[in-house]
């Protein structure tokens, strides 16, 4: 009788402690495209807020990334309008991991979802289409949402 009162508990404090966990995080619907196909091999996703000398890192899954309730405070007292995003991903034709950072502004990170559209300009298809309008010489971004779109190098 002790022992079956004793798992009630403990299964209590288990379903207690994982919904907790999961009210204080946030999924943002984020498909970081490369290439015109979704990367699925993100790493070291960091997003670096102004006024904060923490760099954190968090779990890119295709299509989500978990935020946690501090960092939606945080965000709304940043007064910078963007904000740095910097993270890996390997590139199916390249053996090495290709590094970016993107700016991504405030309000993006309210919207429903976000496209990060990168071209990488080595190829000789997005160098034709791109380069002109390029900061860089190594990619492009476009950032879409449902209520806008941002054009250019970050």
Request: aromatic share 12%; net charge positive.
């Amino acid at each position: 009788m002790q022992n079956k009162t004793l798992k009630k508990i403990l299964n209590l404090i288990c379903v207690f402690m994982l919904t907790s966990y999961y009210t204080q995080c946030k999924k943002l619907n984020l498909l970081i495209m490369i290439d015109d196909e979704p990367s699925l091999t993100i790493s070291n996703f960091h997003i670096n807020l102004p006024q904060s000398i923490e760099k954190k890192v968090y779990k890119y899954v295709v299509g989500t990334i978990e935020l946690d309730d501090v960092f939606y405070k945080n965000l709304s007292s940043v007064t910078s309008e963007n904000i740095n995003v910097d993270f890996g991903a390997i590139i199916t034709d390249k053996v090495s991991v290709s590094k970016y950072s993107i700016n991504i502004p405030k309000v993006y990170f309210n919207q429903e979802y976000i496209i990060i559209n990168i071209f990488n300009l080595d190829k000789k298809k997005y160098k034709k289409r791109f380069s002109k309008f390029s900061k860089n010489d190594e990619y492009y971004v476009i950032i879409k949402s449902p209520a806008s779109m941002k054009f250019g190098n970050q």
